[in-house]
């Protein structure tokens, strides 16, 4: 069983960055892939970035290459959300996922453990 704990989540001028984090409990943190997803609202949950178990594959959705970049500190069970270059459209629920085997995959009824999610609201 793992738990995800995010934070990070908070208001942002458009062109500017935040950082999401989740803290997972459990000892095989280490085994699993990770994912964030996000969800606006009246919108469907929809996959942002996921990364391997050992941090060297990493995945990312089309809207958010080049500005987000996902990584894991396995010694601190974290995985972060480096979000920069932000825009209106990344206003969101952020929420992170947990897969037990290490396969980087977008849809999430792959995944097996949620977070809460953290509020990002990303002003004009």
């Known amino acids: 069983q793992v738990q995800l704990v995010e934070s990070g989540g908070g208001l942002v001028q458009a062109g500017g960055s935040l950082r999401l984090s989740c803290a997972a409990s459990g000892r095989t943190f280490s085994s699993y892939a990770m994912g964030w997803f996000r969800q606006a609202p009246g919108k469907e949950r929809e996959f942002v970035a996921a990364?391997?178990?050992?941090?060297?594959?990493?995945y990312y959705a089309d809207s958010v290459k080049g500005r987000f970049t996902i990584s894991r500190d396995n010694a601190k069970n974290t995985v972060y959300l480096q979000m920069n270059s932000l825009k209106p459209e990344d206003t969101a629920v952020y929420y992170c996922?947990?897969?037990?085997?290490?396969?980087?995959?977008?849809?999430?009824?792959?995944?097996?453990?949620w977070g809460q999610g953290t509020q990002v609201t990303v002003s004009s």
């Open positions: 996922a947990a897969k037990e085997v290490s396969v980087l995959v977008a849809a999430e009824y792959e995944y097996d453990y």
């Open positions: 990364i391997s178990w050992s941090g060297g594959s990493t």
